[in-house]
């Protein structure tokens, strides 16, 4: 062994440590930046794709918003309004520079700025699939590392069983049940609407907790599958024998080097999760009467309102990008093998 | 009283007997080798001490540790035992440490399982360790990711994880079966120093007679779960009882003599074959480097010639070999068979390349495991035109099974259920049924268990008999090389350093790095004149 003072071990501890972490942040900084230029990247393609194949298909947006009855001059006053007297090219520019600054244009059927509309219903859609996400992941990671600790017992089977069940019933029935406990029998909760934010954070919460329940549960079934299967997997890893030879205990092992490595599955499946929340909940929605970009969506495609339809996919084309950007940090953040790459 | 006492150990998993009565004994300082083929049991035996077994397992016995039974110990028990006076070594250090924690806390963490102290202070020791091993902080920070290191330095990292607290008892499973040779020897001497300096006992598997024979003071050799054979090193060379044990040694220098090449004109000529691999950017707007991997590379395969191609890993010989099937494209220079270029502008030349047949390391991993033996092994008919059909088509399956030692009845079985010698007969007959005119052997007995490898290589010189076969056999293990090519060529970093006749370069290799090489591999005491 080689015979070094503390101190000057200590003065060349503290020199590695600050330079080496420094790279880490570097690296980790420079795998961001590099993530967001493709986010941008994939912003302006979809942006291009959404208003070619809205706008740009053949056959007039003014005609197919009016239907084929449409008097000529409505015709043509709607095709002002709608700016459609202008080039293609124009046209998009005018599109996406106007979302950029926050105007969307006028919705068709409800004569109120769309950037408005899409505003009130967000507030509703988003907190409810963050809520409906939190819980699901609340539910699902106990239970996900609970079954894989205890792989082929009885506990796994239990878990394995309910999960089971809750990819098979369909949310609606959840939800209607929920309703029918909750609301109609004990009489907790509200069985549908939302009070809004204005009367208090909680009472807000309050309202959405049905739906996001209804909403958390198969979620939280599929989710709790994937962790446990990637947890197992880990659990076969070499490294896991390597840290039992340590001296660790089961538990410790699977806690401090199992968890963190099962997480990359797990992690994309939290994405794909929200991004379905933010948009996919219409069923849930419709059962609880809930305001939420579901149903504007919905009511906009019924009623032809090609400028709310096409703001609205834009916007959760931007929110899936967005969480998928978010996702490739936090798989950078858990695994440091995948901060060097490109 | 011995450091370590294994009495009559027994352990059968799910009801099938692994282990039967083994018993050995390890003092303090002494290195203990476990050997034998695969399925003999070395393994399962250094788990036993650990009690790291697989689930369902059952024991019977005697495990002594310092006179203590590790059998009746409680887990917790046993927790505080494993890490700090019994440290483990793995054989695969790609995949023993974790890969989403700095080296710095994996070994730190030994130290603060089974040691109350401040964390400063076990990070300190941990620094202390690694520089033992050879990891100074000042190259190899404590901040470091095991994807940065190397496999020779992840395995002394999962050494100094091992070491940190000088166990009494080193158990080191394979240590350096997954490195090349010139790490392997760095590691080897690593372990025999610090079983000087902490009057350790090792405990060593491995399946290396030659890694055996230099390091070990004791040698177990081990069979279906039983020691045939066992004691003090130099008596045991001296002194095998046991046939299986002779049998082992002589298989692991099996030498073979090769027919004499017929017709010595050019078949495969390699030009100044150059290929770079991009390397990632270093900054957002730079131009991406280049890893040349292949660097100037020029030779000649003579038709009926069996020629070498040995190195590190890393050192270029795997794309060299998928440059020549016409899998990869070159930068510059030209591989030409039979006067016929490889590549035709950026196109592979499927006419040239179809008369090319390759054999891979992995018996387990290269056959779909859901077509029968007949449908694999003539899947290279689709390269001839005609096909063959009909009875001609069982003619050849039957002629080529018969060929390489097997029987053409099976040809109805599935892969699963050939083992791993078979199923690499079974690849040979798939390379050699459309009678290509070049075989590439890539590591195609470095999988085998060194009788099985014997077997393979007589089949060979058998094949080269009978079908005058050319090759280019590459492999990392030089005794094998040795004895089962008529040239070699010795590669370092993407350039050809030494060719020549295999056994002049072997005997008096020019090249300081052929030099190396080959005093780096550990050789098997001369045994010729124990054996007899």
């Known amino acids: 062994m080689s015979q070094v003072?503390?101190?000057?071990?200590?003065?060349?501890?503290?020199?590695?440590?600050r330079s080496a972490s420094a790279r880490n942040v570097a690296l980790m900084l420079r795998y961001a930046l590099k993530r967001l230029i493709s986010l941008m990247i994939s912003l302006a393609v979809a942006s291009v794709v959404i208003f070619a194949v809205i706008e740009v298909a053949p056959g007039d947006p003014a005609s197919f918003m009016l239907g084929v009855n449409a008097q000529e001059d409505t015709l043509a006053a709607l095709r002002a309004e709608l700016g459609l007297d202008v080039s293609k090219v124009q046209r998009y520019f005018n599109w996406v520079g106007g979302m950029l600054v926050g105007e969307f244009g006028t919705s068709y059927t409800y004569r109120?700025?769309?950037?408005?509309?899409?505003?009130?219903?967000?507030?509703?859609?988003?907190?409810?699939?963050?809520?409906?996400?939190?819980?699901?992941?609340?539910?699902?990671?106990?239970?996900?590392?609970?079954?894989?600790?205890?792989?082929?017992?009885?506990?796994?089977?239990?878990?394995?069983?309910?999960?089971?069940?809750?990819?098979?019933v369909p949310n609606f029935w959840v939800a209607m049940m929920l309703v029918l406990i909750f609301a109609?029998?004990?009489?907790?909760?509200?069985?549908?609407?939302?009070?809004?934010?204005?009367?208090?954070?909680?009472?807000?919460?309050?309202?959405?907790?049905?739906?996001?329940?209804?909403?958390?549960?198969?979620?939280?079934?599929?989710?709790?599958?994937?962790?446990?299967?990637?947890?197992?997997?880990?659990?076969?890893?070499?490294?896991?024998?390597?840290?039992?030879?340590?001296?660790?205990?089961?538990?410790?092992?699977?806690?401090?080097?199992?968890?963190?490595?099962?997480?990359?599955?797990?992690l994309t499946i939290i994405g794909l999760q929200f991004s379905f929340l933010l948009a996919g909940s219409i069923i849930i929605e419709q059962v609880f009467y809930l305001p939420g970009l579901g149903r504007l969506v919905f009511q906009a495609i019924s009623a032809r309102d090609l400028i709310v339809v096409e703001s609205v996919v834009m916007l959760l084309v931007f929110a899936v990008i967005t969480v998928n950007f978010l996702v490739d940090l936090a798989y950078a953040a858990v695994d440091p093998r995948l901060r060097g790459r490109t | 009283m011995s450091l370590l006492q294994i009495e009559d150990l027994s352990l059968s998993i799910h009801g099938t007997d692994i282990?039967?009565?083994?018993?050995?004994?390890?003092?303090?300082?002494?290195?203990?080798?476990?050997?034998?083929?695969?399925?003999?049991?070395?393994?399962?035996?250094?788990?036993?001490?650990?009690?790291?077994?697989?689930?369902?397992?059952?024991?019977?016995?005697?495990?002594?540790?310092?006179?203590?039974?590790?059998?009746?110990?409680?887990?917790?028990?046993?927790?505080?035992?494993?890490?700090?006076?019994?440290?483990?070594?793995?054989?695969?250090?790609?995949?023993?440490?974790?890969?989403?924690?700095?080296i710095g806390d994996q070994v730190t963490e030994t130290i603060l399982i089974h040691k109350a102290m401040p964390r400063l202070q076990a990070t300190e020791r941990a620094q202390e360790v690694l520089t033992r091993v050879g990891l100074p902080p000042d190259?190899?920070?404590?901040?470091?990711?095991?994807?940065?290191?190397?496999?020779?330095?992840?395995?002394?990292?999962?050494?100094?994880?091992?070491?940190?607290?000088?166990?009494?008892?080193?158990?080191?499973?394979?240590?350096?079966?997954?490195?090349?040779?010139?790490?392997?020897?760095?590691?080897?001497?690593?372990?025999?120093?610090?079983?000087?300096?902490?009057?350790?006992?090792?405990?060593?598997?491995?399946?290396?007679?030659?890694?055996?024979?230099?390091?070990?003071?004791?040698?177990?050799?081990?069979?279906?779960?039983?020691?045939v054979e066992s004691g003090a090193t130099t008596h045991l060379l001296k002194h095998m009882k046991h046939p299986y044990t002779r049998m082992l040694f002589e298989a692991s220098d099996h030498q073979v003599i090769l027919p004499d090449p017929v017709d010595p004109r050019p078949l495969l000529q390699v030009t100044q074959v150059v290929r770079d691999y991009r390397l990632p950017r270093k900054r957002l707007f730079d131009a991406p480097g280049h890893h040349r991997a292949v660097d100037g590379v020029s030779f000649t395969l003579n038709r009926g010639e069996r020629l070498g191609l040995v190195g590190e890993s890393g050192c270029g010989k795997s794309t060299l070999t998928r440059a020549i099937l016409g899998l990869e494209d070159v930068?510059?220079?030209?591989?030409?068979?039979?006067?016929?270029?490889?590549?035709?502008?950026?196109?592979?030349?499927?006419?040239?390349?179809?008369?090319?047949?390759?054999v891979f390391q992995d018996p387990y991993g290269s056959f779909n495991p859901r077509h029968r033996v007949s449908r694999l092994i003539t899947e290279p008919f689709h390269l001839l035109k005609p096909q063959p059909i009909g009875s001609e088509k069982q003619d050849r399956i039957a002629e080529m099974l018969t060929a390489?030692?097997?029987?053409?009845?099976?040809?109805?079985?599935?892969?699963?259920?050939?083992?791993?010698?078979?199923?690499?007969?079974?690849?040979?007959?798939?390379?050699?049924?459309?009678?290509?005119?070049?075989?590439?052997?890539?590591?195609?007995?470095?999988?085998l268990d060194v009788s099985v490898r014997a077997q393979i290589l007589d089949l060979l010189v058998e094949l080269c008999a009978a079908y005058d076969l050319t090759y280019l056999f590459i492999s990392h293990d030089l005794s094998v090389v040795r004895t089962i090519t008529d040239r070699v060529l010795v590669m370092q970093a993407g350039q050809i350093v030494e060719q020549g006749e295999t056994e002049q370069v072997f005997a008096s290799p020019q090249h300081a790095y052929t030099r190396t090489l080959i005093d780096a591999a550990p050789t098997l005491p001369d045994i010729g004149q124990y054996v007899a």
């Open chain 1, 184 to 266: 109609i029998n004990l009489r907790w909760f509200n069985a549908g609407g939302f009070a809004g934010w204005d009367n208090g954070f909680w009472t807000g919460l309050h309202s959405l907790t049905l739906p996001a329940i209804a909403l958390a549960l198969p979620q939280a079934a599929i989710l709790a599958r994937v962790m446990r299967s990637s947890l197992l997997d880990i659990l076969g890893e070499d490294f896991m024998r390597t840290a039992r030879a340590k001296g660790l205990s089961r538990r410790q092992a699977l806690w401090r080097h199992g968890v963190r490595n099962a997480l990359i599955p797990v």
């Open chain 2, 331 to 358: 930068k510059e220079g030209e591989i030409q068979l039979n006067g016929q270029p490889v590549f035709t502008g950026h196109k592979p030349n499927l006419a040239v390349r179809r008369k090319m047949q390759v």
């Open chain 2, 404 to 447: 390489v030692g097997l029987s053409p009845d099976d040809a109805g079985k599935y892969i699963h259920e050939f083992s791993g010698g078979q199923r690499q007969r079974i690849a040979i007959a798939r390379a050699l049924i459309i009678r290509p005119e070049l075989i590439v052997f890539d590591e195609a007995v470095s999988a």
């Open chain 1, 112 to 168: 109120t700025p769309v950037a408005q509309m899409i505003a009130d219903r967000l507030w509703v859609s988003l907190p409810l699939a963050l809520y409906a996400l939190a819980l699901s992941t609340l539910i699902a990671f106990p239970a996900g590392i609970y079954a894989a600790a205890r792989r082929g017992k009885a506990g796994d089977l239990t878990v394995m069983g309910a999960t089971q069940l809750g990819i098979a």
């Open chain 2, 139 to 227: 190259r190899f920070p404590l901040s470091r990711y095991p994807h940065e290191l190397s496999g020779g330095q992840r395995q002394r990292v999962v050494i100094a994880m091992a070491i940190a607290l000088r166990p009494k008892l080193l158990i080191a499973d394979e240590p350096t079966t997954a490195l090349d040779v010139t790490t392997q020897a760095q590691i080897l001497d690593l372990l025999k120093g610090l079983v000087q300096e902490y009057d350790m006992g090792l405990l060593m598997i491995t399946h290396d007679l030659a890694v055996v024979a230099d390091m070990a003071d004791q040698i177990v050799v081990m069979r279906q779960g039983e020691v």
């Open chain 1, 5 to 17: 003072s503390p101190v000057s071990l200590l003065a060349e501890r503290s020199c590695w440590t």
């Open chain 2, 19 to 102: 282990l039967k009565r083994v018993s050995l004994t390890i003092d303090p300082g002494q290195i203990v080798a476990v050997t034998g083929e695969s399925g003999s049991g070395k393994s399962m035996t250094a788990l036993a001490v650990m009690q790291l077994l697989p689930i369902g397992a059952s024991i019977d016995g005697a495990i002594r540790f310092k006179g203590q039974d590790l059998l009746t110990l409680s887990e917790a028990a046993l927790c505080a035992l494993r890490g700090a006076a019994v440290g483990m070594v793995f054989q695969e250090p790609m995949t023993a440490l974790n890969p989403v924690k700095t």
